[in-house]
Each structure stands twice: as C-alpha cells, then as structure tokens.
C-alpha cells in the first residue's frame, strides 16, 4: 500500500505511517505511566480492614489488667469466660437479649455478648466477681440472698450487675423505675418479686 504523505501548514510532511507509529507509542507510554501511578496509589492506601491474627488486647477487669492474645472477632464475653476464667456472666442465647451477660463497662450495665473485646480496650469493665472479695459481698448480693431472689441462678449473676448497675445511677428510685430500669433482664424462673424486693430495700437505704 502506497504511504501517503501529508503536508501541514508550515510546510513539513508527515508520512501516514510515521503518524500511526507515533500516536501508538504515545499511547502506550501513557497507559504504562497511568498503570504505574495507580499501583503507587494503591499502596499508599491506609489499610481499611484489621488482620483476623491474634493480637495483644488489654482489659482492664475488676480493677485489674489482663493483656491477652486473641483474634478481633472474639466477643467481651468470650474473652471474660474462656481467657479469664470468670464465668459469672452467662450465655443463654445467640440473640442478646436475655441480660444474663450483664457486665458494668464505665459504670453502665451492657450485654458482654454485644461487645467486641477490642472494643472495650481501655475501659473499665466489672463483672460480677468483681462484686465480692472474700467474706465481703456487696449489699446486691446480701439482699439477693434475703429476698430469696434465685432459683436455678443462671440468670443471677447479670440480674446483680444490673441492680448495682442501676442504683449506683438511681439510689432513691421508685417501683415504677425499678421496673423498668432492670427490664433488660429475663428470668424464666420468675423471680422478679424477689429481685424487686432486694432493689426495693436497698433503694430505701439509699442505693446501699
């Protein structure tokens, strides 16, 4: 095929060939230069996502540090019973919603179940071990006790965090508040006239 040549304005030619090699260069060179700059960009990146590899999480439990090595999907309360070894705050379902995992994160009663362990990293946490220390008990648990307010004691221990939990913020509550400030918690027992009547008495003292 015939290469024609072309004549520009100032006078110099340009061969159709020369042309189609030229502008094929130039956009090859430009794909490579773009294709470098988004690899550079890439790595650049903050990573988004967290390794699934243990790594060091301290918990501050009871008043004490506990430095563990576990994986950022293990749960506060997977890490408080089979790290710590303090079993009080159960697991009774998957849905999170029964309050016999109740623990005090910050001086607020929460779902352990609900939290992850990295999450509460630096937070002060107390679970219901954490309300006894040999012979002394805390009055929830003396009142618990009074008012005959267990029965097959699986949910107990959250129900207690919950009532400490609730009168450290509402000393002086009514039955009214009592109620529904403790509505977190289930008992397939029914011992909530027992619960009531040890909240009741420590409220009159004055949260105890």
């Given amino acids: 095929m015939q290469d024609r040549q072309q004549t520009g304005g100032g006078g110099s030619t340009v061969s159709r060939r020369a042309f189609l090699q030229g502008s094929g260069a130039a956009v090859a060179a430009t794909a490579v230069a773009t294709g470098a700059t988004e690899v550079v960009a890439e790595a650049n990146k903050p990573a988004r996502l967290k390794s699934a590899k243990a790594q060091k999480v301290v918990l501050t439990v009871n008043g004490k540090e506990h430095t563990l090595m576990i994986e950022p999907r293990v749960t506060l309360l997977e890490a408080l019973r089979n790290d710590l070894n303090l079993t009080g705050a159960k697991e009774v379902s998957n849905v999170s919603n029964d309050g016999a995992d109740t623990v005090i994160i910050d001086g607020k009663a929460v779902y352990a179940s609900t939290r992850l362990a990295i999450e509460v990293e630096g937070k002060n946490i107390t679970t219901v071990e954490g309300l ?24 107990t221990p959250g129900f207690v965090v919950a009532v400490r939990a609730f009168l450290d913020k509402n000393p002086g509550a009514n039955l009214e508040q009592i109620h529904k400030g403790l509505g977190g918690n289930l008992c397939r027992c029914g011992t909530y006239a027992g619960v009531t009547a040890a909240a009741v008495e420590l409220c009159k003292k004055g949260g105890a």
């Fill in 132 to 155: 006894s220390e040999g012979k002394n008990v805390d009055e929830v648990i003396t009142a618990f006790v009074k008012h005959d307010a267990t029965q097959c004691g699986y949910c």
